[in-house]
């Protein structure tokens, strides 16, 4: 079983509107979350990281939270726009000696419709 | 994509056939990083360097190597062993000095489809 759960698997919406995404995780010890874009056939590109001791983080329309008791985060998208169509990953790392215990969800492929 | 690349772009292998995805960076980073990504599935970690001259197994290694000869380039080869090796490949960088919270910067990535 995956360690990073992230749904719904894909969503679409139409353009202007709200969403939010969604990622449990099992990882542990916790170390950092991070939210990556993903547009197709490209590497992913960082959105925001979240350390324990942070709740929320913003980039721009994009607002992360992260409640680390229930170990969910959730990635808010404002306004959407049309460029925003592409899949959104969630990334957990635990604390490891060489900070490379990285363990990736499947990630939601989003689709903004005009 | 910052300053990672990757070719090519697609690459075609044949049965039997060993084939090399190149990575280089201009980061000035330690530490990089080959993953593999399948539809439906997160990213899979096959092997990563931190240092010149030294690289690690990640979770799926077998079927793959790696050298780091140079601090810029880290190649993969999918090697005959590979038995199933159409994917998404994507090479990443990161600055080991920069703890925890410091970012892989990932490549365009290569997609390698079997003849």
């Known amino acids: 079983k995956n360690q990073v759960e992230q749904s719904p698997q894909s969503l679409i919406i139409l353009e202007g509107k709200n969403c939010t995404l969604q990622?449990?995780?099992?990882?542990?010890?916790?170390?950092?979350l991070r939210w990556y874009k993903q547009d197709t056939g490209r590497g992913p590109v960082s959105l925001t990281i979240?350390?324990?001791?942070?709740n929320t983080k913003s980039n721009g329309r994009y607002t992360a939270t992260l409640d680390a008791d229930t170990k969910q985060s959730s990635l808010h998208i404002t306004a959407s726009q049309l460029s925003d169509s592409a899949s959104y990953i969630c990334?957990?790392?635990?604390?490891?000696?060489?900070?490379?215990?990285?363990?990736f969800g499947a990630g939601t492929r989003l689709t903004v419709k005009p | 994509d910052g300053g990672i690349t990757q070719s090519p772009k697609y690459l075609f292998r044949k049965e039997g056939q060993n084939v090399t995805l190149s990575c280089e960076q201009n980061?000035?980073?330690?530490?990089m990083y080959w993953y593999r990504q399948d539809p439906g599935q997160g990213l899979r970690l096959i092997y990563y360097?931190?240092?010149?001259?030294?690289?690690q197994k990640g979770d799926i290694a077998e079927g793959y190597s790696v050298s780091r000869e140079k601090k810029e380039s880290f190649p993969l080869t999918v090697t005959s062993a590979q038995k199933n090796p159409t994917a998404f490949y994507l090479c990443?960088?990161?600055?080991?000095?920069?703890?925890?919270?410091?970012?892989?910067?990932f490549g365009p990535g290569t997609r390698l489809l079997v003849l």
């Open positions: 990443a960088s990161r600055n080991r000095l920069s703890g925890a919270k410091g970012d892989q910067y």
């Open positions: 990622c449990n995780y099992t990882v542990s010890p916790f170390s950092n």
């Open positions: 979240m350390t324990f001791s942070e």
């Open positions: 990334v957990v790392s635990a604390k490891s000696y060489n900070n490379n215990d990285m363990r």
């Open positions: 980061l000035n980073h330690d530490a």
């Open positions: 360097s931190q240092i010149v001259n030294d690289f």
